[in-house]
């Protein structure tokens, strides 16, 4: 007996590196596809990047866009349009003003939201401002500017898919925080053509769905700038803006972003 125990020994040591390999094997390959599949996502977002400017893309300043939103109520369009003149600063500035005259504005300032009217300033609705920030920290902008620089964000590539009748490669993000951006790019000029994400209602629990998408694409200031931008909740169209003019990086006073110096403006 203890003249096999070598052998034996011996037996179990050539065997051991099959099995540790046989054990790792598919463990490994799944490591490589995943890396695989992340560099596809990430060489998506890339040339979408590239498509809409590159650098000058990622180093706007501000931007202001003039146009007439449209809204619904359960798919149905409301009559008529208003007219809007919305300016956004990077990272957390905006302002939207609403009305011929420009009379009734609102302000979204870090993590606070005011109105201006003729009555002075007040706070905006905590609904109102949650939803305003949702899709501000869900936007493409964020994805790109935030999420893709974290290295502990998840990429996804999901292949192609039709997106307003165009064929376009899906990649979603996924943040350290577990929170999930979906964008859907067109095959051909690698222009975004939809945002998507989901949100737990903090009251009755359930997921909601948010979707923005982007169409008839012009160029301003060598940058393509989409000129319809439809919102969905879970499938029924919300709002629509269709916008009339587009400028990037004015040069805007310190108190443009000011609620006090507005609010005191619209009095007068």
């Given amino acids: 007996m203890r003249k096999l125990l070598p052998v ?21 390959a799944a490591e490589d596809e995943a890396a695989k599949n992340a560099r596809q996502a990430r060489a998506a977002l890339d040339a979408m990047v590239k498509a809409l400017g590159g650098d000058a893309w990622l180093n706007i300043r501000n931007q202001m866009q003039q146009g007439h939103l449209a809204g619904f109520y359960n798919g149905a369009p409301d009559p008529g349009t208003t007219k809007f003149w919305n300016f956004h600063a990077w990272p957390d500035q905006d302002r939207i003003e609403f009305t011929a005259h420009r009379d009734v504005l609102q302000f979204y300032a870090g993590r606070e939201g005011w ?9 905006l609705p905590k609904e109102q401002v949650d939803e305003f920030l949702r899709r501000r920290d869900h936007s493409i902008e964020t994805a790109i500017k935030v999420w893709l620089k974290d290295p502990k964000t998840i990429l996804v590539y999901e292949g192609q898919h039709l997106a307003e009748r165009h064929l376009a490669e899906q990649v979603t993000l996924i943040s350290a925080e577990n929170e999930a ?31 923005e998408e982007y169409d008839d694409y012009h ?46 403006r619209v009095k007068k």
């Avoid at 020994?9 to 390999?21: E, H, I, R, S, T």
């Avoid at 004015?250 to 108190?255: D, I, K, Y």
Wanted: net charge neutral; glycine share 4%.
């Fill in 8 to 28: 034996v020994f011996a037996a179990l040591m050539v065997g051991a590196p099959f099995a540790v390999q046989a054990q790792t094997t598919p463990t490994q």
């Fill in 115 to 123: 109105e201006v009217t003729y009555r002075g300033k007040k706070a």
């Fill in 181 to 211: 951006v979906t964008i859907l790019m067109d095959v051909q000029t690698h222009l975004p053509l939809q945002r998507t994400f989901e949100w737990r209602d903090p009251v009755y629990k359930d997921k909601n769905l948010d979707v």
């Fill in 219 to 264: 160029l301003v200031d060598g940058l393509p700038t989409a000129y319809t931008i439809t919102r969905f909740k879970g499938s029924d169209m919300s709002r629509q803006m269709f916008l009339d003019k587009v400028i990037y990086n004015q040069s805007l006073a310190p108190e443009f972003w000011n609620v006090d110096t507005a609010a005191h």
